[in-house]
């Protein structure tokens, strides 16, 4: 079981305080924001468990076996721009005179159950097929989207064109679940492929809204005709802004991940380990690398540099225990700084139990 959160401009005391309410200090808006630059803002989460398990084996002088897995996935996923930024937390007082872009600010998240069943080889090398329910969904996306106000604060113009979609009723599908890996006694080195949650679920009836407008005033007028006060005031104003249709269904992908390790040995004792993880709604690929160790028969821990994902560069440890009946123990934290500090961008644990 796993999770964790990670930002790469929001530390854990804004974060806390824009969700939980609160007198929000100027000076965290404005850390935020220096440090996000002129770059997208991003937050995102995942969490749940996943259980694995397999059959002795099927024939005799065979490696097959059936193999199964369970697994719940909660993820979560948010990306704004600098303007989008300012707009929604100091106004745009700074903005006057200046194009505000919005394009690409959206926010997600999804959450679901796979209960799978398959084929397992050699290696451990597996392939699933699951059966897929997701309880809900939500989406929201801004393709497109300008503000402008002048100096003088008497001539404005705005247009967007966004959609956003909810899930109204569960979604069933179906989704792949496969490892792959290279394991030769005459090779120094091992190689690790494994593809999660790669499938699709039928939505039926979701709530789908569209928005392509423009507004524009100029003078910016508080009566008569127009965009204005007395119009906004007006009956029905905002359904000229937006359609909305739950017709029909859709067929929707999985935010599913192909993750690719590679272990090298560096001495008997010692190993260097490279990973790189792709898919579920991370804006950018998940790198990490790090040193292992053995101590004792029981006992390994290691060391890893994490980058990318929803955060910038962050450090990781683990440790695994082998206990002496034939299982084994693991724990490994994400930034383990982020655990006693409200100036960390994130934290994450993962708990692992093996029968070996």
Request: hydrophobic share 40%; charged share 20%.
């Amino acid at each position: 079981m796993w999770g964790q959160h990670r930002s790469n401009t929001m530390d854990h005391q804004l974060g806390q305080l824009l969700v939980r309410g609160g007198n929000i200090d100027r000076t965290l808006v404005d850390a935020a924001r220096e440090i996000q630059g002129g770059d997208m803002g991003s937050f995102g989460f995942s969490s749940g468990f996943q259980l694995h398990a397999r059959s002795r084996q099927m024939w005799k002088e065979t490696n097959w076996r059936l193999c199964g897995s369970v697994q719940a996935r909660w993820i979560g996923d948010s990306r704004w721009t600098p303007e989008m930024y300012d707009l929604v937390l100091t106004g745009n007082a700074g903005h006057l005179g200046r194009w505000d872009v919005l394009d690409g600010t959206r926010a997600r998240s999804s959450a679901w159950l796979n209960a799978a069943v398959g084929i397992e080889g050699r290696h451990q090398n597996r392939v699933e097929l699951g059966l897929v329910y997701r309880p809900f969904q939500y989406e929201g996306l801004i393709e497109t989207g300008y503000f402008y106000v002048n100096e003088d604060v008497d001539d404005m113009f705005a247009s967007m064109r966004a959609n956003a979609r909810l899930s109204r009723k569960a979604a069933w599908g179906l989704a792949l679940n496969a490892e792959w890996h290279f394991l030769r006694e005459e090779a120094p080195f091992a190689f690790h492929v494994q593809l999660r949650n790669f499938g699709a679920v039928i939505s039926p009836n979701p709530l789908r809204f569209a928005v392509d407008t423009v507004l524009e005033t100029s003078g910016l007028p508080f009566s008569g005709a127009g965009w204005s006060i007395a119009s906004l005031q007006e009956e029905g104003f905002a359904e000229g802004l937006y359609t909305a249709d739950s017709s029909g269904v859709d067929l929707q992908r999985l935010p599913g991940r192909l993750d690719l390790s590679f272990e090298y040995p560096l001495s008997p004792r010692t190993g260097w380990d490279v990973q790189v993880q792709l898919g579920e709604w991370m804006p950018l690929p998940r790198a990490i690398s790090g040193l292992r160790r053995a101590f004792g028969k029981h006992w390994q821990a290691g060391v890893q540099v994490i980058a990318g994902g929803w955060g910038r560069v962050r450090p990781a440890a683990w440790a695994r225990w082998r206990m002496p009946n034939e299982r084994a123990i693991m724990i490994y934290v994400e930034d383990p700084w982020g655990w006693g500090s409200d100036s960390a961008y994130g934290r994450g644990v993962t708990l692992r139990y093996e029968s070996l």
